[in-house]
């Protein structure tokens, strides 16, 4: 089994997602990144725009405004200003 990357995805109200996922892609100051198990330390201010959790065949995805991301050997978390998950509707 390959290896699976912590995620925590909160705000100042509360915790959105935490869990080991495959992979996370968060819209950055620098521009968009992405995220595997084992990757370099960083830490970077967040831009309003996507985060996509990715986990398998199952992907999540949030919308951010401002914040920070901080990756470490423990995996990733992000502190958004604000965030909302995104719901898909069916008509």
């Known amino acids: 089994m390959a290896d699976k990357l912590h995620v925590s ?9 935490a869990g080991d996922v495959d992979q996370v892609i968060a819209p950055g100051s ?3 990144f992405g ?19 990715l986990n398998g065949d199952q992907k999540r995805m949030f ?3 401002g914040g920070f991301a901080d ?7 992000i502190l958004a200003e604000r965030a909302e998950e995104y719901v898909e509707t069916v008509h």
């Open 30 to 32: 620098e521009g968009e």
């Open 71 to 77: 990756v470490n050997a423990e995996g990733i978390t």
């Open 35 to 53: 995220v595997l198990a084992g990757h370099a330390p960083l830490m970077t201010t967040l831009t309003e725009g996507t985060v996509t959790i």
């Open 9 to 17: 995805l909160v705000t100042p109200e509360k915790e959105l997602f």
């Open 63 to 65: 919308q951010v405004i």
